[in-house]
């Protein structure tokens, strides 16, 4: 049966959409809005709402935007109007200079030594939900898109503040949710005001922001009186000492200033870690869970990789190199199912990428969703096939498969979120067989991340001890 697996896709138009419904698909799925030739052209232009649009698919015109002269292609009006509210100023939409003081402080902490600490905290994160997890998959199907996004935000509470977030968590999700349902849904006017007008819903946003910050104030203020008197600023640079994210940030400066996060820029970076890092990770472990479920012989493959190994808190950020069939099957998700689907930009001024020319105002997109399934990048790109990315497989092409997008606003958080679904994964398969609980349709949807249209529900009985 799973042979004949074919990993769900929205319906692909056959046609480019007229403005009403692309206006009404946007709001709803994004990745639902490209027709067919988008997945079989280099390079697509079109009108979007009066102005010029190109979707990159050619290697050389996407190096183009996106490393070499990153410099012209700005985050566009909407997206930073859409996403301010829950990141603010921070990495996220920073422009310019600030964004280059905010990378040059924050890369430190994210740096390849930062790793075991990092690990330490998910592997000690998911041991405590897999206990809990015991006695609600004997209750009965479980839903595992809830599931790994209580999950990884539980991973970002403890990554960040070395806090359980027990007292925030469903306060937290709640905010999420409903700002995903209705906020972060475009309409007309936010995709056409410049961001100097305000859009009729940008009352409602600058509201949710509000009380967004002040929810994230109160954890960290939370965090900060458990760390008086305790490590605080200074000698945690190098990462040996640090317990969190927190006490890197704290103790983080300039490299070229010698300037330190104030107290509003470090809450701004605290909700873009949060928002940036946990949703996206929990999508790309649930569509994981859910390609193993539907390919029982991978997940076996899985299984058998993980059986023997023994990962603890100390030992985590050493057991990755030994999980490349997990990994693989990480990186074939992300592929299949890219958590940001789109990445945008507006050029700033008249550019040329090779042959094509650029003008000022274009809005560019670079879609890994279109990227990840394209007819000339990829051999059979609608296979689920976790073997392209084992060890002795050929590199994709260049520039064809972008989860964590390119060049200098790649994501700061890729080798975090890596080794968390890997490290996530394994630790589930090792104690269960996951197989779907009905056998309903899932389409996947993508407005700010790419989820499933419903949380489908899961069977997980326990594997015998090794
Ligand atoms: C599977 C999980 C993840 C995916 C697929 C993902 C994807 C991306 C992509 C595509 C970008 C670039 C956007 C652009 O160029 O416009 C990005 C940027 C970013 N990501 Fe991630 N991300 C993930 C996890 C994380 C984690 C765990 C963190 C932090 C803890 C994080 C923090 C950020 C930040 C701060 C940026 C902005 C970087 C900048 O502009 O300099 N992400 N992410």
New binding site residues.
């Given amino acids: 049966m799973s042979a004949a697996f074919a990993p769900p896709v929205p319906a692909i138009p056959e046609h480019r959409l007229g403005r009403g419904a692309y206006l009404r698909t946007l709001r709803t799925n994004t990745i639902a809005t490209w027709p067919r030739e988008a997945y079989e052209l280099p390079i697509r232009a079109a009108t979007l709402l009066g102005r010029p649009s190109l979707l990159l698919n050619d290697p050389e015109a996407i190096h183009h935007v ?1 490393v070499a002269n990153p410099e012209n292609y700005r ?1 566009t009006a909407a997206s930073i109007r859409l996403l301010r509210p829950v990141v603010g100023n ?3 939409l920073a422009e310019g200079d600030a ?1 280059r003081h905010q ?1 040059r402080t924050l890369a430190p902490s994210f740096a390849p030594r930062v790793m075991p600490m990092l690990c330490r905290h998910i592997a000690l994160a998911t041991t405590g939900w897999l206990s809990g997890l015991v006695p609600r998959a004997a209750a009965g199907p479980v839903d595992l898109l809830a599931e790994m996004q209580g999950l990884t935000l539980e991973i ?1 509470g403890r990554a960040l503040f070395s806090l359980e977030t027990g007292a925030f968590r469903d306060e937290m999700r709640a905010m999420i949710t409903e700002f995903g349902l209705t906020l972060a849904r475009p309409y007309l006017l936010d995709l056409l005001l410049p961001l100097g007008l305000p859009s009729p819903r940008d009352l409602l946003r600058w509201r949710f922001k509000r009380r967004w910050m002040r929810l994230i104030d109160r954890i960290l203020a939370a965090r900060l009186a458990v760390s008086a008197g305790g490590a605080g600023p200074g000698g945690t640079e190098t990462g040996g000492d640090a317990r969190d994210l927190l006490d890197l940030m704290l103790a983080a400066r300039d490299p070229e200033s010698g300037e330190a996060f104030d107290r509003t820029a470090l809450r701004e970076q605290v909700a ?2 949060i928002v ?3 949703e ?2 929990a999508v ?1 472990l649930f569509w994981s869970l859910f390609l193993l479920a539907a390919v029982p012989e991978e997940q076996e493959r899985v299984a058998a990789e993980v059986a023997g190994l023994a990962i603890t808190a100390e030992n985590a950020a050493t057991m990755l190199p030994r999980m490349p069939r997990t990994r693989a099957v990480v990186s074939e998700a ?1 592929r299949l199912y ?3 689907a789109t ?2 930009r507006q050029a700033m001024a008249d550019d040329r990428a090779g042959e094509i020319a650029i003008r000022r105002g274009t809005v560019v997109f670079v879609a ?1 969703w279109v990227l990840h399934r394209h007819r000339r990048l990829w051999h059979e790109p609608d296979r689920f096939d976790p073997s392209r990315f084992l060890p002795d497989a050929p590199p994709p092409p260049r520039f064809a498969y ?4 390119a060049g ?7 080798q ?2 890596l080794a ?2 890997a490290l996530v994964l394994a630790m589930l398969i090792q104690r269960f067989t996951v197989t779907r609980a009905t056998a309903e349709p899932v389409v996947p949807v993508s407005v700010v991340t790419t989820h499933p249209d419903h949380p489908p529900t899961f069977r997980l009985r326990a594997r015998p001890a090794a």
């Avoid at 972008?402 to 997008?405: A, T, V, Y």
């Avoid at 200098?408 to 890729?414: M, V």
């Fill in positions: 996106l985050r921070g990495l996220l964004w990378r970002a873009t870690l940036a890092g946990h996206t990770t790309a992300l890219p958590p940001a990445i945008v890994p972008l989860p964590f997008g200098p606003r790649i994501c700061i958080g890729a975090f979120a968390e679904a």
